[in-house]
């Protein structure tokens, strides 16, 4: 996610331009270049990226908030060889257009839009969805909603608070528009983790920095639409906790700030029973971004188990 609000130091701290070295699994990864088109989806332009063979079962992945597909283009190639794997920008961010209202349903259009346009149930499978922080609650929501569609659901580090303790999402934006920076170097330089977090993996934080950003008149600018949780609606998340309907997991980090016991506890408390736990060691919030391939395994176990 990235915010160009005052914030804590860039993870990229001090940017000059040059992109950051990366290890050889990750150049292989981002090497293998999706097909990306845009669908329309009620009246909306949406970005989507496609990996893998049609007519292997069906893998979308969907990201948070205020980022964008790519935050899965060196995760996804890891399941492309056994799967038809997606990705979608949601309205609002990332290549797809903004809307003038956002709702849980307009998201659920966009992901079974997504299905379909990919190519995801082509081999008879329903397919599984695989949701990170803001991408959960959607994910969530067809769970319960359109269970039948699924063969389940991954909602990773997406917390969902007790009620007495529920965040009601951010403050409005006054401007409610993005700030344009003269150069490029100063955009990445203002990119950062939402919530606040360290990152040691530079070259991460760097290929998912440059796809949040567009080149507009008079420089560059957040590609995310600032307004969107002026005009946003979900039903109460809490409440559709119990009534998921298909297989199911959680994955989390085991350091993250939004995971902490006593949210776990109520989570797991109003799930089913029979849904799956995964805590991915040595992460923050954002889990493919601090443990890729510990992300990578986890997910694989949760798919092969589930097969």
């Known amino acids: 996610m990235a915010d160009d609000r005052p914030a804590p130091t860039s993870p990229l ?48 992945f969907l990201h948070g908030n205020g980022a964008h597909a790519d935050w899965w283009s060196f995760i996804a190639p890891f399941f492309a060889a056994d799967w038809r794997c997606a990705a979608i920008s949601w309205s609002g961010m990332g290549g797809s257009d903004w809307r003038p209202a956002y709702s ?25 969805l695989v949701g990170h922080s803001f991408g959960g609650f959607p ?5 319960v909603e359109h269970a039948d569609r699924l063969r389940g659901i991954v909602m990773v580090d997406s917390s969902i608070q007790p009620p007495e303790k529920r965040w009601r999402g951010p403050p409005p934006r006054p401007d409610a528009a993005n700030r344009v920076y003269p150069t490029l170097e100063e955009a990445l330089a203002r ?3 939402a919530p606040p977090q360290g990152c040691e993996n530079l070259y991460i934080a760097d290929h998912i920095a440059r796809g949040s950003l567009k080149q507009v008149e008079g420089g560059w600018t957040w ?14 998340l809490g409440l559709l906790l119990p009534r998921i309907a298909c297989p199911a997991a959680v994955m989390w980090g085991e350091r993250s700030a939004l995971m902490r016991e006593e949210t776990l506890d109520y989570m797991f408390g109003e799930m089913p029973d029979t849904v799956l736990r995964v805590a991915i060691p040595d992460a923050d919030h954002h889990v493919m971004v601090d443990q890729p391939l510990a992300f990578v395994a986890g997910l694989r176990g949760l798919l092969a188990g589930w097969a």
């Not at 839009?113 to 990919?118: D, M, N, P, Q």
């Not at 590609?223 to 109460?236: E, L, Y």
């Open 139 to 143: 994910t969530l929501y067809c769970g």
């Open 191 to 193: 990119f950062r983790l």
């Open 223 to 236: 590609k995310f639409d600032p307004a969107i949780w002026q005009r946003f609606s979900m039903p109460d």
């Open 13 to 60: 701290g001090p940017f000059n331009g040059a992109k950051p070295p990366a290890p050889a699994w990750f150049e292989a990864a981002v090497a293998v270049e999706p097909e990306r088109s845009r669908i329309p989806v009620e009246g909306a332009q949406i970005e989507l990226l496609t990996w893998g063979e049609v007519g292997k079962p069906g893998l979308l």
């Open 104 to 128: 849980a349903q307009s998201f659920a259009a966009e992901i079974f839009a997504a299905v379909e346009a990919a190519g995801l149930e082509a081999g008879g499978t329903k397919p599984i």
